[in-house]
């Protein structure tokens, strides 16, 4: 095992964990909690990726960018199950439902009018 992948192993096994349970115990709340959540997703996502070293062709820089970006959702997934939430992991996540972006509110807003057509029309057609 090499270094990365021990401080892989660190962050993903103890310092998450830890955190979530420092934020589900209220000893971290508010901004400050949700700045250290966003930070340790990031901080998972960079070690991750980084796991298999330095890339050194687009094929391994592709590897390396999901890697971060799965590792980045898998913590934040984490986080927001006790609570802490952030709009752009949201939206790294395609959970943006409720966002202050006008085309998210817009492509939201059709899919919620065109489920409504659709149930009216059953409706009327029963």
Same mark, same amino acid.
């Given at each position: ?11 993903? !096994? ?6 979530? !349970? ?6 971290? +709340? ?18 991750? $990726? ?27 997934? $984490? ?5 802490? +939430? ?9 959970? !943006? ?30």
């Amino acid at each position: 095992m090499n270094g990365i992948e021990a401080i892989a192993l660190l962050v993903t !096994a103890l310092v998450v964990p830890y955190v979530v !349970a420092l934020i589900k115990n209220k000893t971290l +709340t508010g901004n400050k909690a949700r700045w250290i959540a966003i930070g340790v997703s990031v901080l998972a996502g960079v070690v991750t $990726a980084f796991v298999s070293g330095i890339p050194a062709d687009p094929i391994a820089w592709i590897t390396c960018i999901v890697a971060a970006i799965g590792a980045v959702q898998l913590a934040y997934s $984490a986080f927001k199950s006790v609570g802490i +939430t952030c709009g752009w992991l949201d939206a790294l996540q395609g959970i !943006a439902k409720d966002s202050d972006d006008p085309l998210v509110a817009a492509k939201n807003q059709s899919m919620k009018d065109t489920a409504e057509n659709a149930a009216k029309h059953a409706k009327k057609n029963n």
